[in-house]
Nanobody
Framework: QVQLVESGGGLVQAGDSLRLFCAAS????????MGWFRQAPGKEREFVAAISRTGGIKAYAESAKGRFTISRDNAQSTVYLQMNSLRPEDTAVYYC???????????????WGQGTQVTVSS
């Protein structure tokens, strides 16, 4: 059983940066590909970025390409999401999740964190 805890969210202005953290415990997180998702009020949860078990392969949603960077430190059991040039439409609860495979669909992720709120003001 893997437990995931996100942190790093907050209230920022458009154009600012934030770095999200996802700390894993209770299992061997390096056995899992990791993903970041987000959910805005009234919308479905959507894929943001994912990273393979070793960190060698990364995938991004179109909305994240060029602005967000996913990375991981398996020694620290932590996954990061660096978010630059934030926009008001990035406002959402951000979740990290663990999957056996590098995928973009929510139903293929086995473990989820509780989420961290990111609010971007214009």
């Amino acid at each position: 059983q893997v437990q995931l805890v996100e942190s790093g969210g907050g209230l920022v202005q458009a154009g600012d940066s934030l770095r999200l953290f996802c700390a894993a415990s209770g299992g061997t997180s390096s056995e899992f590909a990791m993903g970041w998702f987000r959910q805005a009020p009234g919308k479905e949860r959507e894929f943001v970025a994912a990273i393979s078990r070793t960190g060698g392969i990364k995938a991004y949603a179109e909305s994240a390409k060029g602005r967000f960077t996913i990375s991981r430190d398996n020694a620290q059991s932590t996954v990061y999401l660096q978010m630059n040039s934030l926009r008001p439409e990035d406002t959402a609860v951000y979740y990290c999740a663990a999957s056996r495979y590098l995928v973009r669909t929510t139903y293929e992720y086995d473990y989820w964190g509780q989420g961290t709120q990111v609010t971007v003001s214009s």
